[in-house]
């Protein structure tokens, strides 16, 4: 059998090594980094019940049409102002749908701003960030 240079546990030498830098003489402190790994993530779960439970809205057409949607996508609500459509014209029928959409869309940008805000500092440091998380360079925006 050969002898092991770096001692008996080679990750105590790299602890050894690397003490100053990452956790003070006797190398790293596990313990500390767990802790701290397990309060980022009940920090993350918080905020994402947060965003569960708010209600964000969009509006179209000087707010004919008004929609509701949760922090996490789902729609809530549909308001229409009286008056605005006819709903025996295919047209205004076919638009009052586009501005639904175009309602719903802006909420879910609105929640996911708000998404992005929350999340991104307990995101720091993950590398590529949440899944799902909108913003520059992460992609989903809420997974949709």
């Given at each position: ?8 546990n080679?990750?105590d030498a790299l ?5 100053g ?8 402190d ?6 701290q790994?397990?309060q ?9 019940e ?46 009052l749908?586009?501005m ?14 708000e ?8 995101a ?5 960030g949440?899944?799902?998380?909108g913003?520059p ?8």
């Amino acid at each position: 059998m050969t002898q092991n240079p770096f001692g008996e546990n080679p990750l105590d030498a790299l602890g050894e090594a690397l003490g100053g830098a990452l956790g003070g003489p006797g190398g790293l402190d596990m313990g500390a980094l767990l802790e701290q790994a397990t309060q980022m993530q009940q920090q993350l779960v918080e905020a994402q019940e947060r965003l569960a439970e708010t209600e964000f809205s969009g509006t179209v057409a000087g707010g004919a049409v008004t929609v509701g949607v949760s922090g996490v996508g789902e729609l809530k609500s549909v308001q229409i102002k009286a008056g605005g459509f006819d709903g025996t014209d295919a047209d205004d029928l076919a638009d009052l749908g586009d501005m639904i959409v175009a309602a719903y869309r802006d909420a879910k940008a609105n929640a996911d701003a708000e998404a992005a805000d929350l999340l991104g500092p307990l995101a720091g440091g993950m590398g590529g960030g949440l899944p799902g998380q909108g913003g520059p360079g992460l992609p989903g925006g809420l997974g949709f």
